[in-house]
């Protein structure tokens, strides 16, 4: 079974930097099926990326992803207000869907 | 505009049954597989439970095997979540969500797929006596 680590669990940034954050798989595993999702409080999850690099329709060229085998990155070059939220990775394999614990993004 | 919109949710004693439904509109129902998704109060999300569009093979966490259920009314375009047996660790907002579909890059002959592009806003199932 994959398990995805997100460290740290908390990030803190002001607005206009640049984040990166990080989602560790337990073993290798195929980029196509890595995704990345942001979530606000009292919200759905947002899909920003699949396949570990394609931005999801109307995410802004600000977040982009990459990452192979066991190390994955969700990178947002200039933080704006509304980005502050909790981001989680996930992965699908053999029939079964995986998500990080979650990577909660904070004003610093 | 699609749009998924989960009810059915509510309180439970353990040991007890729920039918949670979503509505779906918007897009084509029968050619995409749908998925459950959970997320406990203020923890992180779990996946659940996932119906395929083709041939209606369900697949579920191990959380849940044995006692949920998803299926599909293809004429009424809702998926469903049978629960039974609920447990205090069942307390949740359940989010009904959509699985992409599955994308070819033909230079470099790779498929990839397996995310959620569509959820609904989910519906809170509590269970406590």
């Known amino acids: 079974e994959i398990v995805l680590t997100q460290s740290p669990g908390t990030l803190s940034f002001s607005p206009g930097e640049r984040a990166t954050l990080s989602c560790r798989a337990s073993?290798?595993?195929?980029?196509?099926?890595l995704a990345w999702y942001q979530q606000k409080p009292g919200q759905a999850p947002r899909l920003l990326i699949y396949g570990a690099s394609s931005r999801a329709t109307g995410i802004p060229d600000r977040f982009s992803g990459s990452g192979s085998g066991t190390d994955f990155t969700l990178t947002i070059s200039r933080l704006e207000p509304e980005d502050f939220a909790v981001y989680y990775c996930?992965?699908?394999?053999?029939?079964?869907?995986?998500f990080g614990q979650g990577t909660k993004l904070e004003i610093k | 505009e699609v749009q998924l919109l989960e009810s059915g949710g509510g309180l439970v004693q353990p040991g007890g049954s729920l039918r949670l439904s979503c509505a779906a509109s918007?897009?084509?129902?029968?050619?995409?597989?749908v998925s459950w998704v959970r997320q406990a109060p203020g923890k992180g999300l779990e996946w659940v439970s996932t119906i395929r569009d083709n041939d209606e093979t369900t697949y579920s966490g191990d959380s849940v095997k044995g006692r949920f259920t998803v299926s599909r009314d293809h004429s009424k375009n809702t998926l469903y979540l049978q629960m039974n047996s609920l447990r205090a660790e069942d307390t949740a907002v359940y989010y009904c969500?959509?699985?992409?579909?599955?994308?070819?890059?033909?230079?470099?002959?790779?498929?990839?797929?397996?995310?959620?592009?569509?959820w609904g806003q989910g519906t809170l199932v509590t269970v406590s006596s």
């Open positions: 996930e992965h699908y394999g053999r029939s079964l869907y995986t």
């Open positions: 918007g897009f084509t129902f029968d050619t995409y597989a």
């Open positions: 073993q290798s595993v195929s980029s196509s099926f």
């Open positions: 969500a959509r699985v992409g579909p599955n994308w070819y890059d033909s230079r470099a002959q790779i498929t990839g797929g397996g995310y959620f592009d569509y």
